[in-house]
């Protein structure tokens, strides 16, 4: 199962991993449409971002959520109905949403932000089925 | 499957959704019985928009434009209107896919308007059409179908050998989808058999679960919708959209549907747990909460407690299985639950692994403690043929209820019954009875199956029966049957079931905790306010096509503390989420007095259109003694000190009298309240003492239309 890693110790909140995904996602350089969120919480960074967990899969009724063959959560356009259910039932709120794209989007371990960053923060993981 | 014959076909051009409305609708007549078909798309106007807002209010209104004074319900001009209202069909509110069917009644002679989830009003609306009118009579078996991407709208004739529902709904899922993967963009109403001859015919809304690979069925039960629909050969109203992406709505802000929206889904993650359990278990939990307040129906009415309660713990035995499902995309409440890989025992699907819908609450209460039954195996079976045959479970366990009373009472007999041992728990004899209703071949189950007023009538001209026995006992209101709480102990409920339009449902007010338990409606006044505002409050939902469920059966976790008594239970917090969805949909900003206004002008249109069908006035307006208190001595003595208590209250002392003196003197107290709760409510409401609208009412809610004037002028 392929996953974005970080370490919150390295980070210094610069947003350039935000720029990076919405600009290459989104077309558009606008944190509120990267699939990762960087946040200044009491001086602290604060990262969220898709662990791949696979708990929005369950909660979809329309089954628009699966994985792929690298074990990655994807989003079936085609299915989706907008209800953003799983972005609110996601354990680590790393789902997201912009009425600019009504349909959820989240992060799928593409490996743009990692070169973008220029503090070796994020990795991407491959983790073995156990 | 048996070959289907087009009979006819007519194109439309499918009209896109600006800001939740079409502004057209589908008015389909099948003619006399003489094959003169015609569809015609219609204009909605604005006048109709600012005045009935759209579902429920759309169908009474086409519905008085169908209908002369005169009509009945098995009149070809009868129609069944379904309309789904602005917010129907967004998805990112949870429970936003609701739709009203309103027609005229079998049961009461009246207008009538049920609702239901699945998916048919939202794909309806995404086809172009605020409502769908069907009327007039075919002279065989047809099937509608709409394709809201083709624009086109073709009547087949259809003889399959089995009329019951979920074949008839598993087979137009098979037949209008090109694959497994199109079978989620079709939504079926149907009906069954036993709606050919019952008056509690039912009307089946599917939606397919792709999880489990089959679709599903939600119920617009009461009133018989689906005898209607059965009266005009109608076997189903299909509808297809394809590609649904939950904006067809082309709502005026989607942000906003999306920030409340989310909003409550988190509430529900974080609440629903250590509120009413409705993802986990869903409504059936209630049987235990109504147990521990003596209101669960046990013996029809008779009881509120029984010692076997933990048999139905819905938590033990799982009416509950596999997972959480919403009836409509985006709802995280998820109360519509399923029983998997079901057996089931008798009847022409005997041995048939079959998923089960339900049993809700109302279906685990009627078919179940109120019949005297606690297992809950049978009460799967039983719900199972109820929505196969397409009958309102809710009218069917009461109405079976009754039945069981008469028949220990003595007023019917085995000779009557066909042989039918029909006690309370006689689990075998009465699941026989309802697959007897099926085929309309046994005279018994077609009488039962008219309902509880009309079967008062026959059991006393065809059996004999005392007819007073069971006027006191027969839970039946305008000709309805009572839902499944008992409302004995609470003088507003008593108005909340008996001062409805259309009968004793749960859907306008269910005051009992507040009234009952909280204490928080002590005089004539408060219960009248309580019985002005939660009907019309509640009523908003079915004018814009939303569920009752996620106002108050989620509650923000600081609700109790932020707001106390009767506007707490208002729950203020998501009354506002209501408005801003309203305005984020519509474009319009509402505030809580004008929500109250669009509801208070559909509730007194629709007051006044029963009058228009000669109903509607005080006279109608009945309620049983059964509902009012204990009628024979073991209820009293169930409870007999809590009994004594009350009629020392009412300035009796019981000391020394007989069991039956006490109960004559309650029940005259009690008629007493009643009549003094009736005065109160329809002065709240604007109404005369007869219970009529007023002009100044009419013309304070700007609905004096002169053919509703004309009405009220008529009545005097």
Not at chain 2, 484 to 497: D, L, N, P, T, V
């Amino acid at each position: 199962m392929k996953f974005l890693k970080y370490r919150l110790d390295r980070c210094t909140m610069c947003g350039s991993c935000m720029a990076a995904c919405s600009k290459a996602w989104a077309k558009k350089d606008d944190p509120a449409l990267s699939r990762i969120s960087v946040n200044n919480v009491t001086g602290l960074p604060d990262i969220k971002v898709c662990n791949q967990c696979g708990g929005c899969i369950a909660v979809c009724s329309s089954m628009a959520l699966e994985r792929d063959k690298n074990g990655v959560v994807q989003i079936r356009r085609d299915r989706c109905t907008s209800c953003l259910i799983c972005v609110e039932f996601c354990p680590s709120a790393s789902m997201f949403f912009s009425s600019d794209i009504p349909s959820p989007f989240k992060c799928v371990a593409c490996g743009i932000c990692v070169k973008a960053c220029p503090q070796d923060v994020l990795s991407i993981v491959e983790e073995k089925e156990a | 499957m048996e070959e289907m014959r087009l009979l006819a076909e007519w194109k439309y051009e499918p009209k896109k959704l600006y800001r939740g409305y079409s502004k057209e609708f589908l008015s389909v007549d099948l003619g006399r019985e003489d094959g003169a078909f015609s569809c015609d798309v219609l204009p909605v106007s604005e006048d109709m928009i600012e005045k009935f807002t759209g579902g429920r209010g759309f169908g009474l209104k086409i519905l008085w434009d169908k209908v002369t004074p005169r009509s009945k319900w098995d009149d070809p001009e009868n129609a069944l209107v379904i309309s789904g209202g602005p917010i129907c069909g967004i998805t990112q509110y949870p429970g936003t896919g609701k739709t009203y069917t309103v027609f005229l009644s079998p049961l009461t002679g009246q207008t009538y308007n049920s609702n239901a989830g699945g998916y048919f009003g939202p794909f309806m609306k995404a086809s172009g059409f605020d409502a769908l009118s069907v009327s007039g009579k075919a002279s065989e078996n047809v099937v509608l179908f709409i394709d809201g991407d083709e624009g086109v709208v073709r009547l087949f004739a259809w003889e399959p050998e089995d009329r019951n529902s979920y074949t008839v709904t598993e087979a137009l899922h098979d037949h209008f989808a090109e694959n497994e993967e199109d079978k989620r963009n079709i939504s079926v109403i149907s009906s069954g058999e036993a709606a050919e001859h019952s008056w509690w015919g039912a009307l089946n809304f599917s939606f397919y679960d792709p999880r489990r690979g089959l679709p599903r069925l939600k119920q617009a039960g009461r009133g018989g919708g689906g005898t209607v629909l059965r009266d005009k050969k109608i076997l189903a109203l299909v509808v297809k959209k394809r590609n649904f992406s939950g904006t067809e709505n082309n709502p005026a802000d989607l942000s906003v549907l999306q920030k409340v929206g989310t909003k409550l889904h988190r509430e529900i993650r974080q609440n629903d747990d250590v509120q009413c359990l409705m993802r986990k278990i869903g409504t059936a939990h209630l049987n235990l909460v109504m147990n521990d307040y003596d209101i669960l129906p046990v013996n029809n009415f008779k009881f509120g407690r029984h010692e076997d309660i933990m048999e139905i713990d819905p938590v033990r035995y799982g009416f509950t299985q596999g997972y959480a499902d919403g009836c409509w995309y985006g709802c995280s409440l998820a109360c519509a639950k399923a029983v998997d890989g079901f057996e089931l025992l008798t009847g022409p699907c005997r041995g048939q692994k079959v998923t089960v819908d339900g049993p809700e609450y109302e279906t685990a209460a009627s078919l179940g403690p109120n019949v005297g039954i606690f297992d809950p195996l049978w009460t799967i079976e039983a719900n199972f043929y109820a929505d196969h045959y397409a009958l309102d479970t809710i009218s069917l366990g009461t109405g079976l209820a009754f039945v069981c009373e008469c028949f220990e009472l003595g007023l019917i007999t085995e000779e009557h019954t066909n042989g039918l041992e029909l006690n309370f728990g006689a689990k075998d004899d009465l699941l026989e009875l309802i697959h007897r209703m099926m085929d309309g071949r046994d005279d018994f189950a077609n009488v039962v199956s008219q309902g509880i007023r009309r079967m008062k009538t026959l059991f006393a001209d065809k059996y004999g029966a005392d007819r007073e026995i069971m006027e006191r006992i027969g839970m039946e209101g305008q000709g309805l049957e009572v839902s499944q709480y008992r409302c004995q102990e609470s003088m507003a409920q008593w108005g909340g079931y008996f001062l409805t339009l259309k009968g004793p449902q749960h859907d306008e007010a269910w005051l009992i905790f507040m009234d009952m338990v909280n204490k928080q409606l002590p005089t004539f006044e408060d219960k009248a306010e309580a019985l002005f505002y939660f009907p019309n409050f509640r009523l908003w939902f079915s004018l814009v096509g939303v569920c009752k469920l996620p106002w108050n059966d989620v509650e923000p976790s600081d609700n109790r503390i932020r707001y106390k008594g009767i506007e707490a239970a208002k729950v203020p917090e998501h009354v506002q989420n209501y408005l801003e969805i309203y305005e984020g949909v519509t474009g319009k900003p509402l505030s809580r007095e004008e929500m109250i206004l669009q509801s208070e002008r559909v509730y007194n249109y629709e007051r006044i259109f029963n009058l228009r069908m000669g109903k509607g006035t005080r006279q109608y307006h009945n309620i049983p003694d059964r509902a009012l208190g204990p009628v024979f001595p073991d209820e009293w003595e169930a409870r007999s000190e809590y009994f004594d208590g009350k009629l020392k209250e009412a300035g009796h002392d019981p000391e020394g009298l007989p069991v039956e003196e006490k109960i004559s003197l309650l029940q005259a107290h009690r008629r007493r309240e009643w009549e003094k709760l009736v005065d109160a409510v329809y002065e709240r409401r604007g109404w005369t003492p007869e219970g009529i609208p007023t002009i100044e009412t009419v013309k304070r809610l700007g609905i004096d239309y002169p053919e509703v004037l004309d009405v009220l002028e008529r009545r005097g």
